[in-house]
């Protein structure tokens, strides 16, 4: 059973940045796919990033790219989610989470493909 654990949320000023980080055990790392999430109070969650089974490659919700990157270190067992130029939209509650099956890059946009999720980690970005 894998177990996922963000940190690295906080409050920051609009035009600053945070890197989370997502630590896992209990599981295979380097074959999961590993996505991030955002929920904001009142909305759905929302796809972030990923990075895919054995790391072949990695997508970005097309609003967001160029600011955020995504990253992993299977040597850590940890994976990273770089947001620069925060914004207060960008404040929300933000998860990862893991699965191990093949998957198409469409698929890991989906929240429901996911079979494991961390517990979130608050983001706050003021004006």
Not at 108 to 120: T, V
Request: aromatic share 12%.
């Amino acid at each position: 059973q894998v177990q996922l654990e963000e940190s690295g949320g906080g409050l920051v000023q609009a035009g600053g940045s945070l890197r989370l980080s997502c630590a896992a055990s209990g599981g295979a790392f380097s074959m999961y796919s590993l996505g991030w999430f955002r929920q904001a109070p009142g909305k759905e969650r929302e796809f972030v990033a990923a990075t895919a089974w054995r790391g072949i490659g990695t997508i970005y919700a097309d609003s967001l790219k160029g600011r955020f990157t995504v990253s992993r270190d299977n040597a850590k067992n940890t994976v990273y989610l770089q947001m620069n130029s925060l914004e207060p939209e960008d404040t929300a509650v933000y998860y990862c989470a893991a699965d191990p099956r093949p998957a198409v890059f469409s698929s890991l946009r989906n929240p429901y493909w996911y079979e494991h999720w961390g517990q979130g980690t608050q983001v706050t970005v003021s004006s």
